[in-house]
């Protein structure tokens, strides 16, 4: 059976669980998860921390059933109750599982095009399984396509729609990505596009980008695509000054047209706390005028230059052409995405697109965990 000590000297209770197991759970730690203190609907947390001395100290603890009971030494003399399965589950020093949290399986030219991940749009539209396990998918290779949409600017929304809300962004709801007159972004143009990321200038980029082709006729035009965390991994192993320099020194990034002037900073290459890589910015066509201290623009040039180089390697660049019905999902803050240039002479190309969050993509993947 289960058992529960204080600790005092630590200001702890040590709860050994059935299984052989043991944990520490700080006082106040416990006082402030008191089950008691989250709202019975809403489960947002009530709980007026500052209400809670911070030399808080337990008079007593015991297990009751699959409970732990904990009686405090305070003004009011409460007691909390927690369930042993849910202490187990939230043990301090351990990150809690996450199911959305897929882990990525970084890949370089030998995927190929045939070793992307696709689907139907039928499949993820009737079949909530068949949704998550797509977005598992996508998540992991950071690539996907959906097959066999119709051809109608909403078929792919209604698919992004199947995750969350779409984001909005200077550029609208939607976008069209097609040669058009008076063009203010490079990919209203038929010219060749080089590897990159969408809106490095915004505050947030947009998380997930899809593609949805409705006509890709003309000669040229194709999709390239590369893996960001890959050539960063690489890059750390190979270059570790530049990839120092990448991922501590933030840059500006700039959009502006007659309507509006959107400006950032951001570090090419940025990583979480424990130093893994989370996020590509790159972008060299709205990277803006460098501002950086003459004793280092150099060096930063250099490494800036060299990631550049390794996005156009063969090593890493998957190409394919889509076709009308087919669309591209990819994680904007991952895979970097360019472009063939095309001859609008010889045909018709057109591609509706759209964004969803992280965010949204990631909760999403969390509620079909509980439900499909």
Known sequence: MAQAVLQPEDAC????????????????????NDPAGFHPDTQ????????IPPDLTAASVAISGSHLVAHWQDESQSSSRFD???????????????????????????????GIPRVAAQEVLA????LRDWLEQ?????????????????????????????????????????????????????????LHTDLTN?????????????????????????????????????????????????????????????????????LDEEGRVIEICFNAHLADIFDLEPALMQRYYRAYRQFMIMTRSPEYLVTLKLRGGEMVVFDNRRILHGRDAFDPQTGYRHLHGC??????????????HRTA
């Open 13 to 32: 209770v040590l709860v050994s669980f059935t299984d052989g197991t043991s944990a520490r759970y700080p006082y106040i730690w416990l006082r402030d």
């Open 44 to 51: 947002e947390r009530v709980t007026d921390l500052s209400a």
């Open 84 to 114: 042993l399965a849910w202490l187990r589950a939230y043990v301090p020093g351990t990150r809690v599982s996450d199911p959305a949290h897929t882990g990525f399986q970084s890949w370089r030219s030998d995927l190929g095009a045939n």
């Open 127 to 130: 079949s909530d399984r068949m």
């Open 138 to 194: 996508t998540q992991i290779i950071g690539v996907s396509i959906v097959e066999g949409l119709a051809d109608t600017t909403e078929a792919g929304m209604e698919v992004a729609r199947r995750i969350g809300f779409l984001r909005q962004t200077n550029f609208g709801v939607t976008f069209e990505v097609k040669s058009k007159p008076n063009p203010n972004n490079l990919a209203y143009t038929p010219i060749a596009l080089p």
């Open 202 to 270: 915004q505050e947030l980029p947009p998380g997930f980008q899809f593609l949805h082709c409705l006509a890709n006729e003309a000669v040229g035009g194709g999709s390239l695509f590369c893996d960001g965390y890959a050539i960063a991994e690489d890059l750390r192993d190979q270059d570790p000054e530049s990839f120092e320099l990448l991922s501590t020194v933030s840059v500006p990034f700039r959009f502006h047209d007659h309507e509006t002037d959107i400006r950032n900073r951001k570090k090419v290459i940025n």
């Open 355 to 368: 964004y969803v969050d992280r965010g949204e993509f990631e909760s999403r993947l969390r509620v079909l």
